[in-house]
C-alpha cells in the first residue's frame, strides 16, 4: 500500500484533472448564431458612400461627431435614450460654434466624445 502522502497527492492531481476537463467541456454546451447576439443592431454595415466631413473648426468638428453618430445610430449601435443626449450636446456645441467660440465648442464635442468612448481624433 502507497504511503499516505502519495495518496492524497494523487486526488489533488486527479480533481485538478477532473476540474480542468469539466471547464472544458463546459466551453463546448454555448451556442452561437451567424447574425449573432439577438437585438444587436438593426443594419449590417455603415452605408456605401458614407464619408466625414473634412476640415478644420468648430463647424467640422461638430459635422463630424453628428455623422458618426448618425452612422451608430442608424446600424443600431447607439440606443434611443443615448443619441438624444449625445444630439442634445452636439445642438448645445453647434450653438457655441456659430457664437463664434471655437475652441470651447471643439472642447464640448471632444468631452462629448470621451464620454460616450468616441475617438475624438478621427
Not at 11 to 16: A, D, G, I, L, Y
Not at 51 to 76: E, Q, T, W
Request: charged share 15%; proline share 5%; glycine share 10%.
Amino acid at each position: 500500500m502507497p504511503f499516505p502522502h502519495v495518496i492524497s497527492r494523487r486526488r489533488s492531481v486527479m480533481f485538478c484533472a477532473m476540474a480542468g476537463c469539466a471547464l472544458l467541456l463546459a466551453g463546448c454546451n454555448t451556442t452561437s448564431t451567424a447574425a449573432g447576439p439577438a437585438g444587436f443592431g438593426s443594419a449590417e454595415f455603415t452605408p456605401h458612400g458614407y464619408a466625414l466631413p473634412h476640415g478644420k473648426g468648430c463647424n467640422v468638428r461638430v459635422a463630424r461627431y453628428r455623422a458618426v453618430i448618425d452612422n451608430d445610430v442608424h446600424i443600431g449601435q447607439v440606443n434611443a435614450q443615448v443619441s438624444k443626449t449625445i444630439y442634445h450636446e452636439i445642438d448645445k456645441a453647434a450653438r457655441v460654434c456659430a457664437a463664434g467660440h471655437d475652441a470651447k465648442a471643439q472642447a464640448m464635442i471632444r468631452a462629448s466624445e470621451i464620454k460616450y468612448g468616441y475617438p475624438s481624433t478621427i
